[in-house]
């Protein structure tokens, strides 16, 4: 069974942490010693998702010397493949792997494609190299987090429209539906109540009523 946890809104996995996924796909280049280490990152839904995403980059890179891959799928990344690709084993692929656990990425594909630049890295310039690699592509890549929110409604007079406005842009919260009738009602997602805020903004006029929570992705700035 999968426990939760839920603190100041943050999601956690059965081990307590805090998990993190790839908004989107993404890719990185680093040179070392000649050799060309290009990481796609992508994310995956399943293995069978994992698997064609591996083979596209292999069409894509014919020429390469090694496409090495790991990947983590799954609410505890029960799912967990790794793949040397004719580097020496365990100096690839699992030092991918390991990189994507330390840095608590679920739901992702990582292929590093290496072009040989002539230079012999040795066992440990590999496993060096490859997790730096990944590393690399991480610290480029844009990242999101789980995070429970409340879903607020706020009913407010056309009048108010430009301050509330101002307000929601000044706060960054995602507004995700308007309503244009008797008066406005916007429905939006905040980590808090934020009824002081609006309390004060509309001298007590015009105050949110939470809906609900719902779990959703936020994006983290790195």
């Known amino acids: ?50 698997k064609a ?26 799912i967990r493949r790794s793949n040397d690709d004719g580097e020496p084993s365990g100096t690839a692929g699992v030092p991918m792997l390991e990189c994507l656990d330390r840095s608590h990425i679920q739901d992702i594909t990582a292929v590093t494609v290496r072009y ?4 012999k890295l040795g066992a440990g ?5 490859y997790s730096k690699s990944v590393s690399h592509a991480l610290s480029e890549a844009i ?4 995070q429970w929110m409340k879903r607020l409604q706020l009913h407010f007079d056309y009048a108010m429209i430009g301050k509330i406005d101002h307000y929601f842009r000044e706060h960054d919260l995602a507004i995700t539906d308007k309503q244009y009738e008797e008066d406005v009602v916007y429905t939006y997602l905040c980590a808090y109540n934020n009824e002081e805020d609006l309390s004060s903004l509309t001298n007590g006029a015009y105050l949110p009523q939470e809906i609900d929570q719902v779990l959703t992705e936020v994006e983290i700035k790195q």
Do not use: W
């Not at 390469?64 to 799928?73: G, M, N, R, S």
């Not at 040989?116 to 230079?119: L, R, V």
């Open 143 to 146: 990242l999101v987090r789980k």
């Open 53 to 78: 995403f591996i083979a596209s980059i292999r069409r894509l890179h014919p020429n390469a010397t090694h496409h090495c891959y790991a990947f983590l799928i799954g609410e505890q990344s029960e």
């Open 116 to 119: 040989f630049g002539g230079i």
């Open 1 to 50: 069974m999968i426990f939760l946890l839920f603190f100041f809104g943050l999601y956690y996995n059965a081990s307590g942490d805090v998990m993190y996924r790839i908004k989107e796909d993404s890719v990185s280049e680093l040179e070392i010693k000649k050799s060309r280490f290009i990481t796609y990152l992508h994310r995956t839904v399943d293995e069978e998702d994992a």
């Open 125 to 129: 310039g590999l496993i060096r190299a």
